[in-house]
């Protein structure tokens, strides 16, 4: 006799042996109401996959039960569903930023990953223009060469999103020294 367990979602484990269940006196073995006695005994479900009751027979069933992700924001999910994914959900894990489904796997967006590193890179850029503003100011006390430097510094970090190392980081205008010992 093969017995099998199935739980609430239908999912068989098994097979036990009859004396794997208590006897009840005067009425024999007992076997609990979440039991099916199958004739043939299952095969090995297929990788992924798991036996369950399905309408009262058995049915193998992929297994996707537990984290899956989003394909259109990688966002992650617990899946607690039998069968197969729904569209939109896919148990490979999301790779990451600037990461896109496509063609059934995530591919980077190179195009996107550069657009914020330029993002990036721009807004440090103004950052740093914003940080040497109050030097340009006529009455600030500077020499004739800090001047001279300190507007060739400027005029680098206006022009460097139009350079060709933009946006690597190792490019970026440097600072003359003094700068960093100057009173604000």
Do not use: C
């Amino acid at each position: 006799m093969n017995i099998y367990l199935f739980d609430p979602l239908g999912i068989l484990s098994g097979p036990f042996e009859l004396s794997a269940f208590p006897e009840v006196p005067g009425f024999g073995q007992y076997l609990p109401g979440n039991t099916v006695q199958l004739e043939n005994p299952l095969a090995q479900p297929e990788a992924g996959h798991v036996w369950a009751l399905v309408e009262g027979k058995p049915q193998q069933l992929a297994d996707y039960r537990g984290m899956v992700y989003h394909t259109d924001t990688g966002a992650e999910d617990e899946h607690v569903e039998l069968g197969d994914l729904p569209e939109g959900l896919t148990a490979k894990p999301w790779p990451g930023q600037f990461y896109v489904w496509a063609g059934g796997d995530w591919v980077l967006d190179a195009v996107a990953q550069i657009a914020a590193a330029q993002a990036g890179e721009r807004a440090w850029r103004n950052a740093q223009i914003a940080s040497t503003d109050y030097l340009v100011m006529p009455d600030y006390p500077l020499s004739a060469d800090q001047r001279a430097e300190l507007y060739a510094y400027r005029q680098a970090l206006r022009n460097w999103p139009e350079a060709g190392q933009f946006p690597d980081q190792k490019d970026r205008p440097v600072s003359p020294s003094w700068i960093a010992d100057q009173p604000k």
